[in-house]
């Protein structure tokens, strides 16, 4: 039985309440002087990333090694593909060396969709064109629910009343998709705050299009990268006019509630979206993010390679 | 740790409430006497059935002995030291709990039934992630046999001779198998 884990949409509820709860058993691991366990012993996973990433691929390397399993990174500029090796050789000589997951980055969307059809292993999408980046709504939804001490269960609880505003370019966004389904899935408010030329054509969200509309009626504020090469797009005139309406500045930091948690996938651009240190702000939680993507990641790691069909233990037991 | 029988399931009862009140009494008292006080021991309860029989039992001992310092308790889940990992579904029980450093100390690995062995190997391994021990010792409410590793536990409530296919319940208000 091969499971893989794409988008947040597959992963559902039942799935996101489970992997938050495995993720605590994962945070006890980290919190040790020897954080290391022997759970996914002889087990092999294979980063292959087709897009630039520090902190992600950094995060599963380390989640692996946490988990005693073997890690296979594969640098796309260094491999035959740039010999004109076709993606699918690549994958399916990888998967012959005996890879049991796969997990990929890449610019094109439906990706690790494409790659699930030619290999038997687990695949984990991290990260795909604009469409889905589900470890990273783990890791939001795990740094809240620890953040704000919510009772978030497989069984009970979740982000009831929870009002949380996403600022940024929505729409060429995978986390802003990914983390939306996910706040949604545990039942929190969410407000796109985002100028019109960057919204998806099609949605049903609460919009604003001035930061200072929500400010002071949110929970969670939770800060996009905008990206260069939007301007030269023209879908935003300036980045300046970006941080006028939408950045985090001085003046709204004031505003800023002290319970409110402020959240950035990250890398983050100082000076636009986020015009203050973010040091400086008391719901500052960025930096637990960061810790939380390792503890999201060992468990989704861990419920991949580490679980077995019902009956294939016949006859043991406890 | 086995499943639970539910509400008029026809279990049959071997134990009742006295009996297991009475075997975590005399458990206490042998705890104490082999370890001479409880200065320096600590009870570690496996995650889940371990951790009730953890609190009954340090209750007892601040009974029998009230002079003595609280004796230290915590839990440790032993999911991620398992040999079936791959081989069944993920079911981790509630997180580890250890506050306490196991350097130099002695541990009383405690279930609430000791069966194939195999759970107490993977917890004895877990414990070692902490810190290296002086000793550790074990102590199950129900040994009902069928033991797959040379583990063997220092301190036993009821000996309980059953079949493989039998599921053996324990809490406080008795001992069930069915």
Sequence with gaps: MTRSLLSIAELGDVGLRRLLELSDHMAEVNRRPNPKVPALRGKTVCNVFFEDSTRTRLSFETAAKRLSA???????????????????????????????????RHKSSGAPWQ???????????????WHAH?????????????????????????????????????????????????????????????????????HDEHVATNLDDVIDDIDVLYLLRMQNERMNEALVPSLREYTTRFGLTPTRAGRLGQDVLVMHPGPMNRGVEMAVDPGELSGNVINQQVTNGINVRMAVLFDLLGSGSEHSLAGSSE | MNTPSSAGDAGKQVLGPDDVRRAITRMAHEIIERNRGTAGVALVGIQTGGVWV???????????????????????????????IGLRPVSPGSVSDL????????????????????????????????????????????????????????????????????????????????
């Design chain 2, 54 to 84: 953890v609190e009954a039992l340090a209750a007892e001992i601040a009974r029998i002995d009230d002079a003595a310092d609280p004796v230290q308790i915590g839990s440790v889940d032993a999911s991620l030291y398992r040999d079936d």
């Design chain 1, 70 to 104: 073997d890690t296979m990174n594969f640098a796309v500029s260094q491999s035959s593909l740039s010999k004109g090796e076709s993606l699918r050789d690549t994958i399916e000589t990888i998967a012959a060396m005996g890879v049991d997951a796969f997990v990929i």
């Design chain 1, 134 to 202: 589900p470890t990273q709504a783990l890791l939001d939804m795990y740094t809240v629910r620890t953040a704000l001490n919510r009772t978030v269960t497989s069984s009970a609880g979740g982000f009831d009343g929870l009002r949380v505003a996403m600022v940024g370019d929505i729409k060429h966004s995978r986390v802003a998709r990914s983390t939306t389904e996910a706040f949604k899935l545990l039942g929190a408010d969410i407000t796109w705050v985002s100028p019109r030329t960057l919204l998806p054509p099609e």
């Design chain 2, 99 to 178: 506050t306490f450093t196991v350097d130099g100390i002695t541990v009383v690995l405690v279930d609430d039934v000791l069966y194939t062995g195999r759970t107490v190997r993977a917890a004895i391994d877990a414990i070692g992630d902490y810190g290296r021990p002086k000793a550790v010792q074990l102590a199950a409410i129900v040994d009902r046999g069928h033991r797959e590793l040379p583990i063997r536990p220092d301190f036993v409530g009821k000996n309980l001779p059953t079949s493989a296919d039998e599921i053996v319940s324990v809490t406080a208000d008795g001992v069930t198998i069915s």
């Design chain 1, 115 to 129: 790659l699930g059809e030619w290999t038997n292993a687990s695949v984990i999408n991290a990260g795909d064109g």
